[in-house]
T-cell receptor, first 111, second 114 residues
Framework: QKEVEQNSGPLSVPEGAIASLNCTYS??????FFWYRQYSGKSPELIMS????GDKEDGRFTAQLNKASQYVSLLIRDSQPSDSATYLC???????????FGDGTTLTVKP | SAVISQKPSRDICQRGTSLTIQCQVD?????MFWYRQQPGQSLTLIAT?????????ESGFVIDKFPISRPNLTFSTLTVSNMSPEDSSIYLC???????????FGQGTRLTVV
């Protein structure tokens, strides 16, 4: 079992729809959770971080964390073609420690 | 948030040679990490760069191939030694700090070995 697993892609949604990206992790002691967006040929860009159970909203992005279920998700509302990218879920066991990444989910938003 | 600068941004190297990648942070940070992202794949941690002591390598990575230095709390280097085409990847520096737990990356170094 991988330490961090993401729903297999690619994921395609129409413009304006909600895109839902999911991630599960195996280590119950994990403390910090991150979502990155990576455009082709670019380095990962941090878009959301979440540390406690519940929802965290930032603009069109909402991260959801459920530590009991070892599950973290990212919702993108009103999806835009510019959201088309690979989204990486990352988990840290300690707040300043190394990150373990999922394989990523490629999202395509169709105009 | 920490600003991370990596140099070079890209390079094309001959097999058998070595390349040193630099990572400079604009503030002191507790932890610095080096990752590799092979084409079409996710990020894999190479090692944690420890200030004033030897780096901590992940399984599958060794010091002879990827020597790392970290002379202070804002700077680290990763050397890719005796390169082969299989080393063609993006190499990324990241930081971690207890006062700012956000995990940012430098812009990466795209290495092509021919």
């Amino acid at each position: 079992q991988k330490e961090v697993e993401q729903n297999s892609g690619p994921l395609s949604v129409p413009e304006g729809a909600i895109a839902s990206l999911n991630c599960t992790y195996s280590d119950r002691g994990s403390q910090s959770f991150f979502w990155y967006r990576q455009y082709s040929g670019k380095s990962p860009e941090l878009i959301m971080s979440i540390y406690s159970n519940g929802d965290k909203e930032d603009g069109r992005f909402t991260a959801q964390l459920n530590k009991a279920s070892q599950y973290v998700s990212l919702l993108i509302r009103d999806s835009q073609p510019s959201d088309s990218a690979t989204y990486l879920c990352a988990v840290r066991k300690t707040n300043a420690g190394k990150s373990t990444f999922g394989d990523g989910t490629t999202l395509t938003v169709k105009p | 948030s920490a600003v991370i600068s990596q140099k070079p941004s890209r390079d094309i190297c001959q097999r058998g040679t070595s390349l040193t990648i630099q990572c400079q942070v604009d503030s002191q940070v507790t932890m610095m990490f080096w990752y590799r992202q092979q084409p079409g794949q996710s990020l894999t941690l190479i090692a944690t760069a420890n200030q004033g002591s030897e780096a901590t390598y992940e399984s599958g990575f060794v010091i002879d191939k990827f020597p790392i230095s970290r002379p202070n709390l804002t700077f680290s280097t990763l050397t890719v030694s005796n390169m082969s085409p299989e080393d063609s990847s993006i190499y990324l520096c990241s930081v971690g700090d207890m006062t700012n737990t956000e995990a940012f990356f430098g812009q990466g170094t795209r290495l092509t070995v021919v």
